[in-house]
């Protein structure tokens, strides 16, 4: 292991404390040494992506690296992201590389280094040459919604909307774990919409299956907690749930593990499912405020150094840590965003190589499709899938 990648791992278990002076003395040391060391770093550009994930403005990275902190969210939409990240306010998110350079008075190039801009079309011809072949994904809300999964904020249709009733503090109260040991019905009013078996994928992530089923996909990092990417087919190994997931559920007390299904019929019910041993209260293992992250979240620090494209989809990247993976990749590599809005890194810092694909998603996805030449491919899986979920249901 390169003295670069170690300190990323240290910086992935560890985040310095960077609010005091000898904290922010930490990372530009942790900065200049990963820089040094990095094997993939490419000459004549000091300014590489793939550096340990920092985000600056009023509010800081939490200390303990790996928890999941809250603060006062506005998610515009987000779909299954309030479970279990924190969206900074009052500065937009950037990562360490971005900060040191912009401290430091260096450049990363971006549309003033002379390079020919991008388009979607050269980035589907790289593909095709088999120039780019390890692809890393991120999915946000935005893959989900055409499903019909309503986000959280929407008046009326949001499931935030329909938790009023229960005369909790505020709508995120619900996946803080102190309140779930306290009143977890609110939570599992929730879940009863959002449970594996009520929606069905869309043609989004079949999109995502295909990239695997041609062996382009590195990995696909969601930040939903739908399950719809499994139900499409693409394995665990390829799969990274960032903010959890209902597959899967563990007793609070004894700490069994159990399949989430065994307890569906609880929840659509409207029961709160106890631990068959001890009785204790099951909890989906969905990444509440306060919970550690998954352990495959972590790795970001070898997927992203690997990738050779990186493909954003359905998201704002407003929350943290999952948004600052977008820095993550060589600053060489292209980057797609296909997404309603201009997000991110997209919008405050473009590259010569970013590509942004704005609007409808699925719009989007059917696009660079066309210009891969999948259309029938596309059309002959989905078949086969839907024929596949026709008969599971009956």
């Known amino acids: 292991m390169s003295l670069g990648l170690q300190f990323r791992v240290a910086a992935a278990r560890n985040v310095f404390p960077a609010a005091s002076l000898q904290g922010f003395t930490a990372w530009r040391n942790l900065w200049i040494c990963s820089q040094r060391n990095h094997p993939r770093r490419s000459f004549g550009s000091i300014g590489g992506r793939n550096l340990p994930l920092a985000s600056l ?4 990275i939490p200390t303990s690296g790996t928890s999941l902190q809250r603060e006062p969210l506005e998610c515009h939409g987000e779909m299954a992201i309030a479970c279990g990240a924190r969206r900074i306010q009052g500065g937009r ?9 912009g401290i430091f008075g260096i450049s990363r190039g971006g549309d003033g280094s002379g390079n020919r801009k991008l388009t979607l079309q050269d980035v589907a011809e790289l593909i095709q040459k088999k120039e780019c072949h390890r692809m890393v994904v991120m999915a946000g809300a935005g893959i989900s919604t055409p499903s019909g999964i309503p986000d959280f904020r929407s008046p009326g249709s949001g499931l935030y ?10 709508p995120e109260a619900i996946f803080e774990i102190a309140y779930f040991f306290h009143n977890p019905k609110p939570f599992f009013t929730l879940a009863k919409e959002l449970y594996p078996g009520n929606y069905r994928p869309n043609y989004s992530h079949y999109f995502l299956r295909l990239l695997h089923d041609k062996g382009l996909l590195l990995r696909l990092y969601t930040q939903n907690i739908d399950g719809l990417e499994r139900v499409a087919g693409i394995p665990l190994d390829k799969l990274v749930e960032a903010h959890g997931t209902f597959a899967t559920a563990t007793c609070t007390a004894c700490r069994r593990s159990y399949p989430g299904e065994d307890f569906r019929g609880d929840v659509m ?11 204790g209260l099951i909890k989906p293992d969905i990444v509440f405020f306060g ?9 970001h620090v070898t997927d992203f150094p690997m990738a050779d494209v990186l493909f954003i989809i359905g998201t704002s990247l407003e929350v943290q840590p999952f948004a600052s993976l977008a820095d993550a990749v060589r600053s060489s590599i292209p980057r797609v965003l296909i997404n309603r809005d201009l997000v991110g890194p997209f919008a405050y810092q473009p590259q010569y190589n ?3 694909l704005l609007g409808d998603v699925i719009s989007g996805v059917e696009k660079f499709v066309e210009l891969m030449g999948w259309q029938e491919e596309m059309q002959e899986l989905i078949r086969r899938e839907t024929k596949k979920l026709d008969a599971k249901d009956n």
Do not use: W
């Open 57 to 60: 403005g009023s509010g800081f």
């Open 93 to 101: 998110q950037v990562s360490l590389s971005t900060t040191a350079m």
């Open 161 to 170: 909307s329909n938790l009023q009733h229960y005369n909790i503090p505020y």
């Open 269 to 279: 019910a409207d029961k709160i499912p106890h631990c068959p041993v001890c009785t």
């Open 291 to 299: 919970e550690e992250l998954p352990h495959r979240f972590f790795l």
């Open 354 to 356: 970013d590509v942004a």
